[in-house]
């Protein structure tokens, strides 16, 4: 199928935004990246819902965007659709103890929202740069809480349009990630949290978010931590004793500051990013005889 009638039905199909030949350094953290085909901002639930169809029916390939914090897009970029929730789906609402948000709100505005309304329970998460979708899809945690942790059910979209509630007990999720279908949608998350005294619930944020600061690069572009972290210790620690802390290929270095980040020094290729994980692996298995597993996904035209 010719790529120019994606395009023409991309913005047929729907009101929200379109663009075309985005340039994923510009979604995504680690500031690299090749374009993308379209990139589509459906701008309710029933515009999603068209688009989803549609590409099942055309067979259009679709990748979905939070903010893209954790991905590396390959130089030649996406083909196919890209769809982001962040523009039409971010709305908030709770219900007692209960908050409910949908995917395409950032993280942060969820624990603010908590911290305002004197709920506890969303703490950690406070500085993990990325959407509630993303955040459930790769099962985002900090400072030993993961977000299922505090999760009472996700919504989520099927190929066909379908949406379906399923409560915490009935999903797969494990450390950095949650097991559904790679075409299925998360639409939103509900969360399980407690009443607190807001001075206490605000300190422990600050407190997180001072940790933050001292531990991570948070000054050069990046993807968050590259390995999750194997049984034997922090991804980190064996980076570092494998000797590659400030190691660079091109303009991607492995951060002197926190060894499992990769930051891009500027103008990086996602070429150099992604030489230097694959040169990483090797050395921390020459040395130290551990299989590091990526935590970043990399997606985009090989
Ligand atoms: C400076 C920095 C610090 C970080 N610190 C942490 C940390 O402390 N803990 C941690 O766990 N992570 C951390 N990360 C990584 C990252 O922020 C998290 O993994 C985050 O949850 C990703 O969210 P996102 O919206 O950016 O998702 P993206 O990177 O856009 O996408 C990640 C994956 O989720 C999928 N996805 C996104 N939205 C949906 C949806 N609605 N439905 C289905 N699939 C979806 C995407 O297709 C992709 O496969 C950090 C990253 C950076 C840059």
């Known amino acids: 199928m010719m790529q120019r009638d994606y395009r023409k039905w991309a913005s047929r199909l729907i009101k929200g935004k379109v663009l075309f030949d985005a340039p994923m350094r510009q979604f995504t953290s680690m500031r ?26 055309k067979k259009i390939p679709l990748l979905i965007l939070g903010r893209g914090t954790n991905l590396v897009v390959r130089d030649k970029g996406v083909r196919g659709w890209v ?43 406070f500085g993990i740069p990325g959407t509630v979708g993303g955040g459930l899809a790769m099962n985002a945690g900090a400072w ?8 009472l059910s996700v919504t989520l979209m099927k190929p066909d349009g379908e949406i379906v509630e399923r409560f915490r007990s009935r999903l797969r999720f494990s450390y950095r990630g949650l097991a559904i279908p790679s075409s299925w949608i998360i639409l939103k998350g509900r ?12 300190g422990r944020v600050k407190s997180y978010s001072e940790m933050r600061k001292r531990r991570q690069p948070l000054d050069y572009p990046s993807a968050g931590s590259i390995f999750k972290n194997p049984k034997e210790g922090p991804a980190g620690k064996w980076i570092e004793e494998a000797g590659l802390k ?16 990769i930051i891009n020094l500027g103008k990086a290729k996602a070429e150099e990013v992604i030489r230097l994980m694959e040169f990483v692996e090797k050395r921390v298995y020459e040395n130290e ?13 090989p």
């Open 83 to 125: 769809i982001s929730l962040a523009q039409g789906m971010k709305k908030i609402q709770m219900d007692g103890e209960v908050v409910e948000a949908e995917a395409g709100l950032f993280l942060q505005r969820l624990v603010q929202f908590s911290v305002r309304k004197g709920l506890t329970g969303l703490e950690p998460f």
């Open 289 to 301: 005889g551990i299989s590091l597993e990526r935590e970043v996904k990399v997606v985009g035209e």
């Open 246 to 261: 400030g190691f660079r290929i091109g303009r991607a270095m492995v951060s002197d500051r926190h060894a499992n980040f």
């Open 191 to 202: 969360f399980r949290l407690k009443k607190g005294k807001k001075e206490e619930i605000l």
């Open 32 to 57: 690299v990246g090749g374009p993308a085909d379209s990139l589509l901002f459906p701008k309710d639930m029933d515009e999603l819902k068209k688009v989803v169809r549609y590409a099942k029916r």
């Open 144 to 151: 030993g809480a993961e977000l299922k942790d505090v999760l």
